[in-house]
């Protein structure tokens, strides 16, 4: 059980939405940070958005199937700009240009709705409940299908003008590199994301065997496969040059990794820090941490209906 840090009298519940390019995480959760229900299934985001968004009305029903209270609304953490409900240009979402999800989940539901990037939803959740408890300037990072991003600084969640700040993921780190959905050649995305980091590396993928996933990789590396540990250090480096690259800029000091290959965690961080201290500011390269969050698993349907709740 995760326990928020509020406790309010009454306790309420809402739903909380985290679409990736996958997979959906969805949960009923209450007021003090108890996750009541949970329901997951794919995305499909390959197909079309009237799909995906067939996907999250799934997520919906399932979720309120058997559950007698009162729902205060629809929390959704969504890839992508996200501007008052609309979610516009996911990257790695087929056929998709800018749908309002406020609007048609709202009118399907009858319930509140909001909606919020994905990896702000994350470093919400990371910001009132994991480590931002302890640092208050840092930048959350999904490592995942995409590669978001969420930007604290003094305690705040930093938005820009058009709610898109922290898109982590389009930082160019080779201006002749491969190209990125996202609109971008040579962008950290390209890289450090699930489906391009294995096609990038598929003549050595493919040495482990057929089907091989970022999973398999993890469990293979996890038995000293020389090939797998390879492939993490290489993993570590692009992480370790975009990193860089945000520390200089930024002049913060911390970073934050979830997302489902963040679980991969110490078998790239090592190349991940050396590849930082050669490449950054002397005052940054020995001052600086990059962690991975202890509510990982969690963060996007929590900062998803905290959206509703707080």
Same mark, same amino acid.
């Given at each position: 059980?995760?326990?928020?840090?509020?406790?309010?009298?009454?306790?309420?519940?809402?739903?909380?939405?985290?679409?990736?390019?996958?997979?959906?995480?969805?949960?009923?959760?209450?007021?003090?940070?108890?996750?009541?229900?949970?329901?997951?299934?794919?995305?499909?985001?390959?197909?079309?958005?009237?799909?995906?968004?067939?996907?999250?009305?799934?997520?919906?029903? &399932?979720?309120?199937?058997?559950?007698?209270?009162?729902?205060?609304?629809?929390?959704?953490?969504?890839?992508?700009?996200?501007?008052? *409900?609309?979610?516009?240009?996911?990257?790695?979402?087929?056929?998709?240009?800018?749908?309002?999800?406020?609007?048609?989940?709202?009118?399907?539901?009858?319930?509140?709705?909001?909606?919020?990037?994905?990896?702000?939803?994350? *470093?919400?959740?990371?910001?009132?409940?994991?480590?931002?408890?302890?640092?208050?300037?840092?930048?959350?990072?999904?490592?995942?299908?995409?590669? *978001? *991003?969420?930007? @604290?600084?003094?305690?705040?969640?930093?938005?820009?003008?058009?709610?898109?700040?922290? &898109?982590?993921?389009? $930082?160019?780190?080779?201006?002749?590199?491969?190209?990125?959905?996202?609109?971008?050649?040579?962008? @950290?995305?390209?890289?450090?994301?699930?489906?391009?980091?294995? &096609?990038?590396?598929?003549?050595? @993928?493919?040495?482990?065997?057929?089907?091989?996933?970022?999973?398999?990789?993890?469990?293979?590396?996890?038995?000293?496969?020389?090939?797998?540990?390879?492939?993490?250090?290489?993993?570590?480096?692009?992480?370790?040059?975009?990193?860089?690259?945000?520390?200089?800029? $930024?002049? @913060?000091?911390?970073?934050?990794?979830?997302?489902?290959?963040?679980?991969?965690?110490?078998?790239?961080?090592?190349?991940?820090?050396?590849?930082?201290? &050669?490449?950054?500011?002397?005052?940054?390269?020995?001052?600086?941490?990059?962690?991975?969050?202890?509510?990982?698993?969690?963060?996007?349907?929590?900062?998803?209906?905290?959206?509703?709740?707080?």
């Amino acid at each position: 059980m995760i326990t928020l840090q509020t406790s309010p009298k009454k306790v309420n519940y809402a739903l909380g939405i985290d679409l990736g390019g996958t997979y959906i995480k969805s949960a009923i959760i209450d007021s003090k940070g108890k996750i009541i229900k949970q329901y997951k299934t794919e995305s499909y985001s390959i197909i079309s958005p009237q799909k995906v968004i067939r996907q999250i009305e799934k997520c919906i029903i &399932e979720l309120k199937k058997g559950f007698d209270r009162k729902i205060l609304g629809i929390g959704i953490g969504a890839p992508g700009i996200v501007t008052k *409900g609309v979610v516009k240009y996911p990257p790695n979402f087929k056929s998709w240009k800018e749908v309002n999800f406020k609007k048609h989940f709202e009118k399907k539901f009858k319930l509140e709705t909001e909606v919020d990037n994905d990896a702000n939803c994350a *470093g919400l959740a990371e910001l009132k409940f994991g480590f931002g408890r302890k640092y208050k300037n840092f930048i959350f990072l999904t490592l995942g299908t995409g590669i *978001g *991003g969420a930007i @604290v600084t003094d305690g705040n969640l930093y938005r820009g003008e058009q709610n898109g700040a922290g &898109e982590f993921g389009m $930082m160019t780190i080779n201006f002749n590199g491969p190209y990125c959905l996202g609109g971008n050649y040579g962008a @950290v995305e390209a890289y450090l994301g699930r489906n391009y980091f294995l &096609e990038n590396e598929k003549s050595q @993928v493919k040495l482990l065997g057929i089907k091989i996933d970022i999973d398999d990789i993890q469990k293979l590396a996890g038995k000293n496969n020389k090939i797998a540990r390879e492939l993490f250090k290489k993993y570590g480096f692009y992480l370790g040059v975009g990193l860089a690259n945000y520390f200089n800029l $930024m002049d @913060v000091r911390t970073a934050i990794l979830g997302g489902g290959i963040s679980n991969a965690y110490k078998y790239f961080i090592t190349e991940c820090i050396k590849t930082i201290k &050669e490449r950054s500011i002397k005052t940054i390269r020995n001052k600086f941490k990059v962690l991975k969050s202890n509510i990982n698993n969690n963060a996007g349907v929590l900062g998803a209906a905290a959206l509703v709740l707080y």
